[in-house]
């Protein structure tokens, strides 16, 4: 035997031994989760946001959703100096006793 025709043996003898396994299927992540819930505030007037925030409250109340991500931006665009929506919905929290977390116009539930 030449030595391609025992390299062609070796490597035919190997590839009858290797098994296929195919690789664990990853479960897709929804696009939206029903336990984690993002909203953004902006362009909402203060009467629409504290609304929307009331439905947000209830369904995290219910456990429908864990976590809640309220966007409602640093209030560059107020007409005021301040921002209205924002501070209004901390307004809110802070009177229901709800932990909250506010970082760079974003309120972490």
């Known amino acids: 035997m030449d030595d391609r025709k025992v390299a062609e043996d070796i490597f035919l003898k190997a590839i009858e031994d290797i098994r296929f396994v195919p690789p664990k299927e990853k479960k897709a992540e929804p696009l939206f989760s029903e336990k984690v819930f993002t909203v953004d505030f902006h362009g909402l007037s203060l009467q629409k946001a504290l609304q929307r925030l009331d439905d947000i409250l209830e369904m995290k109340r219910t456990k429908k959703i864990k976590a809640v991500t309220i966007i409602v931006g640093k209030g560059e665009h107020s007409p ?25 116009g974003v309120i972490y539930l």
């Open 80 to 104: 005021t100096v301040f921002p209205v929506v924002g501070r209004a919905v901390e307004a809110v929290l802070i009177e229901r006793g709800i932990t909250y977390r506010y970082e760079k």
